[in-house]
Every structure is written in C-alpha cells, then in structure tokens.
C-alpha cells in the first residue's frame, strides 16, 4: 500500500479539491478496511489453533483422571472388597458432581445474570433526560 500524496495547485477550484479529498478518504477506509480483514483471519486462525490445543489436552487430562480414580479403586480395594472399593468411589464423585452442577445451575439463573448496573445506569440517564426536557 502506498501512501497516496495529493499536490494541490494554486487553480484547483475548491469541488475538485473536495473530489480528491473524498477519492483520498475513501481509498484510505478501504485500505483500513483490508487490514482489518487480514488481521481477523489471521487471529481466526491462531484461535482455532489455541481451541484444538485445548480440546485435545482436555481429552489427555480426562484420560488421566479416569486413570487416577481407577487406581484409586484399586488401592482401596487392597483395604476392602473390590465392588465396595468401586461403589465408595463412584457414590463420592457422584455426589461431587451433583454439588459442582447444582453450584453452576444457580449461577445461571436468570436473577443473577441481570446487568443491575448498566440497568441503574439507565434509569438515571432517563431520570436525566425527563428532567431536563421536563424542565424546559
């Protein structure tokens, strides 16, 4: 891209000027405009690369947790029957899992995710503006 460099003569009349200042501006937004594009695909790319990265080392850590909790199994059942070993286990994350989903779902709801500041934010301006154009 190069840059464009406009020389203005003494008898330039002003609507010619306009025109190549318009022309200038115009080419300088669509320059912009394909940096930009070029920035998003390139950051689109490194994103999808950082998703894959992350998917396949959440796949290897759930492959290593599962390995864990079976050796856990296995340690316990040195101690106790094996079913009992696996059944005290399983009981543990399941209730664990129950208290992280429960934990989540009230993090959802609907009360909490309410904008509370951008929604007092709101009424103030409104209060604002119906005072002033109340006011008159």
Do not use: F
């Not at 998703?51 to 079976?70: D, K, N, P, Q």
């Not at 094996?82 to 009230?106: C, S």
């Amino acid at each position: 891209m190069r840059p464009m460099v406009t020389v203005t003569r003494e008898n330039d009349s002003a609507a010619s000027l306009l025109a190549r200042l318009v022309g200038d501006v115009t080419a300088l937004l669509r320059n912009e405009m394909a940096l930009a594009r070029a920035e998003l695909a390139e950051s689109a790319h490194q994103a999808l690369g950082g998703v894959g990265a992350v998917a396949i080392g959440g796949g290897v850590l759930l492959a290593g947790g599962l390995t864990l909790i079976a050796a856990l199994v296995l340690g316990l059942a040195e101690l106790m029957e094996p079913w009992l070993a696996a059944l005290l286990v399983g009981v543990v994350l399941v209730a664990i899992g129950i208290a992280l989903v429960k934990a989540g779902k009230r993090r959802l709801d609907p009360s909490t995710l309410k904008l509370q500041r951008t929604q007092q934010s709101l009424l103030k301006d409104k209060e604002t503006v119906t005072e002033t154009l109340g006011g008159t």
